[in-house]
């Protein structure tokens, strides 16, 4: 107990930092990532090399004005990246502190993907917007609206391009003063506000590893007083399923509370949309891994109270059952959980699913006997019917069950042989179990001779009901002795009793000493026990008469 104690102080803490850290890796090296996984779903990367969109941009498209802003924003030339703002001359001395909010506001509410901007020269007709317009996204307003971001197209000495339209330019300004991290954005030296990598500003890189101590600490605390409040309800409730999943749901709640923190105090980092959504899908991961870690650690701890039961301590078999079934639960909740996650990150996983079917299909008709008496010993196991010991007549087989494994039932005979009966078979059959009953029945017929008189026979019957009612081990609402029948060679008598008992060997020994008391109370009657016998009545027949043949009269033939 002391070693599991241990281990499991110490896989929350390695695990919930690891896998933040991990994650942040993850992001990282998003570049990388990118390419490797898509390709092993099969998802196509996306596009991102501006020589490669090149040849389907028109220079006057709106796709190449906003390409080349945000190029020129991205190296720090504000200035320049004013020319594609519309403003007027009176404005043009701060075009380019338009320019540098700007950018900063579309990092941080617009997730840019260029290809779903037009590049034709006149822009997208097939938009409801009207002529020379294109939107590229809305950010916050005023009055929890949504305000649109467009770019609009001009003519400047003679030469059409695209430029973010007035009213954009108009209500930068007002974006820039409601960012949460204006104050950041004013005070900070200029190189902890430069792009890092993946665009993210280096002082929120510096911030992140504060984010991840704070959120452990967070969590860690939130995790414990929910420990202590679910073991407040355990110790009312007095049950040991509840102290066990106390102790096995510890790390997965605190990196779910973890977690949770984060996602918190992600706002405070202020990182642009692209990166939010990111670091948001990595979370939501690893919200998920938390969930089916609780899961699998809700499956052993279901094992280890089932195996305290009484039941499963009788029985290797049940115990070995119990393993194996928790392996596959296990394995169940690795795959569930390998599947949600890479869909939580975003990543196809029908094909995954499909294919996870088939297999699933062909290995259920490959091992349809296997299965069926694997489950078949799951029943066995659940119903508790018998156990290894019992006495049991299944399908017309008596003897004592020797041993229930994981694909049959083994019984040992009265004649000491064994058969062998699959559990799928025996979870249908019809099982008549010896062990639960609480009392033995014990019936016979005394069968007297047809000497005994009505006199005698009642005799007979008092003494028995007599022998019956002063054995303690006789249940006295079971006794019945009565006259029966008037049978051809006996007149009988019936006896019914039920013995409190479950011993056989018991059974066997009150039996004896009942029945020879019978035998007492009959010869004390005066009479005695019949036996088969059957009379042959042979009746005499008077004698046949005899018939004396008739005799010629006539004379002699004198002799020659």
């Known amino acids: 107990m002391g070693q599991c104690v241990r281990r499991q102080r110490w896989v929350p803490a390695w695990i919930r930092v690891g896998l933040f850290a991990a994650g942040l890796a993850l992001l990282a090296s998003g570049a990388g990532s990118a ?62 502190h338009l320019a540098r909010e700007l950018s900063v506001v579309l990092d941080r509410y617009i997730d840019i993907d260029l290809d779903a901007v037009s590049g034709a020269s006149h822009g997208d007709t097939t938009a409801r917007l009207p002529d020379g317009a294109q939107q590229i996204g809305t950010v916050p307003g005023s009055h929890n609206r949504r305000d649109p971001v467009r770019l609009t197209r001009v003519t400047r000495a003679g030469v059409g391009r695209w430029v973010f339209s007035r009213s954009t330019v108009d209500r930068i300004a007002g974006w820039y003063d409601q960012l949460p991290d204006r104050w950041t954005l004013e005070h900070l030296p200029s190189r902890l506000l430069n792009a890092g990598p993946l665009g993210i500003r280096w002082w929120q890189w510096l911030a992140m590893p504060l984010l991840v101590l704070v959120s452990w600490g967070l969590g860690t605390v939130i995790g414990r007083l929910a420990r202590a409040l679910v073991g407040l309800v355990g110790r009312r409730a007095k049950s040991k399923w509840s102290e066990r999943l106390l102790r096995e749901l510890h790390g997965p709640f ?22 939010n959504q990111k670091i948001g899908t990595i979370i939501n991961a690893v ?40 392996r596959a639960a296990k394995a169940a909740v690795a795959v569930i959980g390998i599947v949600a996650v890479l869909a939580t990150l975003g990543y196809p996983v029908a094909a ?11 290995f259920a008709l490959a091992a349809q006997k296997t299965l069926e008496n694997l489950f078949g010993a799951v029943s066995i196991g659940a119903d508790r019917l018998f156990r290894e010991g019992d006495t049991v007549t299944i399908e017309g087989v008596n003897g004592i ?27 249908d059959a019809k099982i008549e179990a010896f062990a639960p009953r609480d009392r033995i029945r014990f019936t016979g017929v005394l069968q007297l001779v047809y000497d005994t008189t009505a006199a005698q026979m009642r005799a007979v019957i008092a003494g028995t009901e007599q022998v019956l009612r002063s054995e303690p081990k006789v249940a006295p609402d079971t ?43 009959v ?35 004198p002799p020659s």
């Open 35 to 96: 390419q490797v996984f898509p390709l092993a779903l099969g998802k196509k990367p996306a596009v991102t090399d501006t020589s490669k969109r090149a040849g389907n941009t028109a220079p006057d498209s709106p796709r190449a004005a906003l390409s080349a802003f945000l190029e020129l924003t991205n190296a720090g030339d504000f200035s320049d990246a004013a020319q594609y703002l519309d403003f007027s001359a009176s404005e043009r001395e701060s075009g380019a």
């Open 254 to 275: 605190a990196l779910g509370a973890m977690m949770v923190v984060a996602l918190g105090l992600l706002p405070w980092l202020s990182l642009d949309a692209r990166a």
């Open 287 to 326: 919200l998920v891994i938390a969930l089916f870690w609780a899961l699998w650690r809700m499956v052993d701890g279901w094992r280890q109270v089932t195996v305290e039961e009484g039941w499963a301590q009788t029985s290797t078999t049940s115990r070995g059952l119990l393993s194996l079934m928790s």
């Open 352 to 362: 995954l699913l499909g294919g996870l079917g088939l297999g699933g299909l062909a």
């Open 401 to 427: 069950v020797e041993a229930i494994g994981l694909r049959s039932t083994r019984i040992r005979t009265p004649e000491r042989t064994i058969v062998s009966m699959p559990n799928g078979k025996v979870a």
């Open 479 to 521: 006794i019945g002795v009565f006259f029966l029948q008037l049978s051809p060679s006996s007149l009988d008598v019936q006896v019914i009793a039920a013995f409190q008992t479950t011993n056989g060997s018991e059974f066997q020994r009150i039996r004896q000493d009942v029945l020879l008391r019978i035998m007492d109370a």
């Open 523 to 557: 010869e004390r009657a005066g009479t005695r026990f019949a036996f088969p016998t059957q009379t042959v009545h042979i009746a005499s027949l008077p004698p046949a008469p005899v018939s004396t043949p008739a005799v010629d009269a006539a004379p002699m033939p």
